[in-house]
């Protein structure tokens, strides 16, 4: 049974698809996971039943859970999943998304809804994610692997705001590129970033939640 007085993040660890129709509807799920989905439907004007329909449709539709289910597999495949599907990846595309960002604020300079500023942003997120990983990488995930994840409580607490930065970065994109809305005049480029960077803000969403609300509840709870 799911319900709308459950948090965002207990029906994402719940039901997997939940986090795609969260995202859907504008609800943030990874760092707003502990507010309830009738909480956050109130403050977006969202009707609760109808997202716990749409919830129930996409499992329904997947079959099942709708995929593996992190809570009960060692964490050693947890991490390793973490890094093998978000970490790995991520380094070169926010590189890729950096080049065309510059491209088209380059060649689209001075046209209405140029993404002026979008470059400059991106290069201080790829910096930012790249040193949170790296935090990870080195410190993080190695107490967790070596079975004293009770000890990186101050470490989490890091991670958990920075993670919320991560979601402030998402945010500023979306103001500056006017929700990913492309103009009639937008090049293949243009149009292969605005749809990449739609991209990145799921995987990075899904990615804060299963750290979030799987590994770091996992590991500190021993």
Not at 57 to 84: K, M, N, S, Y
Not at 114 to 120: D, E, F, I, K, T
Not at 180 to 185: A, D, H, N, T
């Amino acid at each position: 049974m799911i319900e709308a007085e459950q948090t965002l993040g207990e029906l994402a660890v719940a039901v997997p698809t939940a986090a795609k129709v969260f995202y859907r509807y504008g609800l943030d799920y990874c760092c707003g996971g502990k507010q309830s989905l009738a909480e956050a439907c109130a403050r977006g004007g969202l009707d609760p039943a109808e997202v716990l329909e749409a919830i129930r449709a996409d499992q329904a539709a997947v079959g099942g859970d709708g995929g593996l289910r992190w809570l009960d597999r060692p964490l050693t495949e947890l991490v390793q999943h973490i890094l093998e599907r978000y970490h790995a990846p991520l380094r070169p595309e926010l590189g890729r998304l950096l080049a065309l960002a510059r491209r088209v604020e380059r060649v689209h300079a001075g046209k209405p809804g140029c993404p002026v500023g979008l470059a400059a942003h991106l290069e201080t997120v790829r910096a930012f994610v790249e040193e949170h990983l790296a935090k990870e990488e080195q410190v993080l995930f190695p107490l967790f692997l070596a079975g004293r994840g009770r000890q990186a409580s101050m470490p989490v607490q890091v991670m958990l705001r920075e993670h919320e930065e991560h979601g402030d970065a998402l945010r500023r994109i979306r103001e500056l590129t006017n929700d990913l809305r492309l103009p009639p005049e937008a090049c293949a480029t243009w149009r292969e970033l605005y749809r990449s960077l739609g991209a990145l803000a799921v995987e990075l969403m899904e990615h804060i939640h299963l750290e979030n609300n799987i590994l770091f509840a996992r590991a500190l709870a021993g």
